[in-house]
């Protein structure tokens, strides 16, 4: 998708929203004054200003030395070692703040448990030391596939206590995409559940990773560790599969942290790109605690007495910094729920803001869209004057949306922090800070401290203010991603530590020596506002989720029925792209309507429900020019019912666009 294909409210938005003045009063940063200081001395005094911030951090050997920039390989806090497990659990138990709640936790059918930082370190540790005698050593790879339960924390915790490197697949993802992720990683662990709950219904993740593993197609897995959740029938591999509970039974509560240096791989996270196999993204440790940590105290503005929730998924990036990561890196509270908005009503998000007195919302535009097509009567049903402050990620939000939520979930009172980022970031990178920067509907408005935006275009020349262009990083951050994993990572003794350095250039730094590219097409407004517009490669962003045109190509040609595809965005009102195939069947092939489904479900296998596609149209060819490029802003106007615009003479076959735009009949 190029900038110009997608249209962007900038101009006419112009209503801002000041910080109410109580919340600036109580707010970390409390004014534009400190904002612009904060971010001056951030990019002036970049030593000052992270050891300020890292003091409060716990180091085994504290850093001497910033950052090693060999663009693009960047090493932050090169020198020091830490755990991070240790700066989001001991350090607070130490602190004497062991009785406060880490996460209230409720489960979709209603049941509940209360877990405090002592009761989390307790079973991180427990889990640890049954990782250890499972055999894992420093370096090994751990796959997780599990439901929105505590245990799944813990095992994330556990892993980066004994220096493992955690790869958790969301449980929407299918057999073959947890295959194709376990293999990519090497992992010799799976960590999964019999089940887990999905708007009544049971998730079966444990037959999810048996299919996976079926046929001996995951050599380098030992063991599958299993939580029982749903008390599902499952079937058992004796000596492969083990009971969590059984792993943790004899250990001690005990559990020293190994002292790691600042790179070491935290953690691998799968995100789609351009080509059709996912790129693992390597996190390490120092950066990416420090700065997942410092984003959420500022962006959050958390406090003792906030009861914090993120609805996102700690299967994807959303979960692990502003679930997991940074948000225990504060010591802060938070609410974890398992399940659907609207199981069993469409009310439960406001119950559950009401039940425990939330008081920072973090949620998707995808979200806010559906709740305002569900009605106001739902959260209007629910006391929700505990929250304070509100945020939003995953996609632009359009105008609309920020002002329902503004005024029905927030009461007229809440500011809104539109928070710009991504799998590759790490946290959060544009964004209002809540007690300083002013709001206007859609825009991220302006950069964290330590980060340096800029729109430039093709060529990498700085645009003006009000041009549309790509959006790039122009320094690099602590918590931006080390590369692409390939074997070997984190291993001692291994030279892989830059992992698969090829693909990790071409994609990000090849168009820009220097400077990091982030796919995304923005505009800077006059105030120096930044409006993310949209991904101007070709992967697409589905309710917030990122899925590849690619890879849905290359589920739809493993069909045998098919002989080729062409999957392109389409605007939708609710998930903000939807997904529209089109494809060509091998000769002989009816296009019934049973292909149709069996197509459709054969996509859901390969990569998982969510990436099905919402329009699949069946043609004789794909529209081509005469040098053999599918058109795809062609089929974009198509899928999206648009008269076809532009230039299509160098079509190969006119006929082609008739039949696909359904002509014909
Ligand atoms: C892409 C990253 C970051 C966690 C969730 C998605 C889009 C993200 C915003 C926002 C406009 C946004 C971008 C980005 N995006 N946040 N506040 N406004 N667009 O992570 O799967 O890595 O996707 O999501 O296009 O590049 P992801």
Not at 21 to 49: N, T, W
Request: hydrophobic share 40%; net charge negative; charged share 25%.
């Amino acid at each position: 998708m190029t900038t110009d294909q997608i249209s962007h409210q900038s101009s006419e938005a112009s209503q801002l929203f000041e910080p109410p003045a109580d919340f600036a009063a109580r707010a970390h940063i409390g004014s534009m004054e400190q904002y612009h200081e904060l971010y001056r001395r951030s990019l002036e005094e970049p030593e000052a200003f992270w050891r300020e911030i890292t003091d409060g951090f716990e180091w085994m050997k504290p850093w001497t030395e910033l950052l090693e920039w060999e663009p693009p390989f960047a090493k932050w806090f090169v020198d020091g070692t830490t755990n991070i497990s240790v700066n989001c659990l001991d350090r607070h138990v130490a602190a004497g703040r062991g009785d406060r709640v880490a996460f209230y936790w409720e489960g979709e059918p209603g049941d509940t448990r209360v877990i405090t930082y002592s009761d989390l370190l307790r079973d991180v540790q427990r889990f640890a030391n049954a990782l250890r005698a499972l055999g894992l050593e420093r370096g090994d790879r751990v796959l997780l596939y599990m439901p929105m339960v505590p245990e799944l924390p813990v095992a994330m915790l556990a892993c980066a206590r004994l220096g493992l490197v955690h790869s958790v697949v969301f449980g929407g993802f299918s057999a073959d995409a947890i295959r194709d992720r376990v293999n990519d990683a090497g992992a010799s662990l799976v960590i999964t559940a019999d089940g887990g709950w999905r708007r009544g219904r049971v998730i079966p993740l444990k037959g999810n990773v048996d299919a996976a593993l079926a046929d001996d197609s995951c050599p380098s897995v030992g063991n599958v560790v299993v939580l029982k959740r749903c008390e599902n029938d499952i079937a058992w591999i004796e000596g492969r599969d083990v009971w969590w509970d059984d792993a943790v039974a004899d250990q001690s509560d005990e559990c020293p942290a190994e002292d790691l240096p600042a790179e070491h791989p935290l953690y691998i996270l799968y995100t789609s790109g351009t080509t059709g196999k996912p790129k693992g993204v390597v996190h390490t440790t120092a950066g990416y605690m420090v700065y997942t940590a410092t984003t959420a105290k500022l962006i959050f503005d958390l406090r003792d007495d906030d009861i914090y929730w993120c609805t996102a998924d700690i299967g994807w990036v959303t979960g692990h910094s502003y679930i997991v990561y940074g948000i225990l890196g504060n010591g802060a509270t938070s609410v974890i729920y398992e399940g659907a908005p609207n199981a069993p009503k469409e009310d439960r998000f406001w119950a559950i803001v009401e039940k425990y007195g939330v008081t920072v919302l973090y949620t998707a535009p995808t979200a806010i869209r559906t709740f305002v097509r569900w009605g106001e009567e739902h959260p209007d049903g629910h006391d929700l004057t505990s929250l304070r402050l509100l945020g939003t990620v995953g996609e632009p939000i359009n105008p609309d949306a920020w002002l329902w939520y503004h005024r029905v979930i927030g009461g007229g009172r809440c500011p809104i922090v539109d928070t710009w980022w991504q799998t590759e970031t790490g946290g959060v990178l544009i964004t209002p800070l809540p007690g300083a920067i002013a709001q206007k509907p859609g825009s991220a408005t302006l950069p964290f401290p330590g980060t340096e935006p800029q729109i430039v275009d093709e060529q990498g020349e700085a645009l003006p203010d009000g041009t549309r262009g790509l959006l790039v990083l122009n320094r690099p951050w602590p918590g931006m991603l080390r590369g692409i994993y390939k074997d070997g990572w984190g291993v001692p003794g291994h030279p892989g530590e830059h992992g698969d350095a090829e693909r990790f250039i071409e994609q990000y730094w090849a168009k820009f020596p220097g400077r990091y590219l982030t796919g995304d097409g923005a505009v800077r407004d006059s105030d120096g506002y930044f409006w993310i517009i949209g991904r101007v490669d070709d992967t697409l962003n589905v309710s917030g989720h990122r899925i590849g045109t690619a890879e849905v190509e290359s589920a739809l040609v493993s069909h045998a029925a098919v002989a080729e595809s062409a999957v392109v965005g389409t605007p939708d009102p609710i998930t903000g792209e939807a997904i529209a195939a089109f494809v060509t069947l091998r000769g002989g092939i009816d296009a019934s309507d049973a292909m149709h489904a069996e197509l459709t479900a054969h996509v859901g296998e390969k990569l998982g429900r969510f990436a099905r596609p919402k329009q699949l149209r069946f043609a004789d060819a794909l529209p081509k020019t005469r040098s053999g490029k599918i058109m795809r802003r062609l089929l974009r106007d198509i899928a999206a019912g648009r008269e076809v615009a532009g230039d299509t003479t160098t079509l190969e076959d006119l006929t082609v666009l008739a039949q696909l735009r359904g002509d014909e009949e």
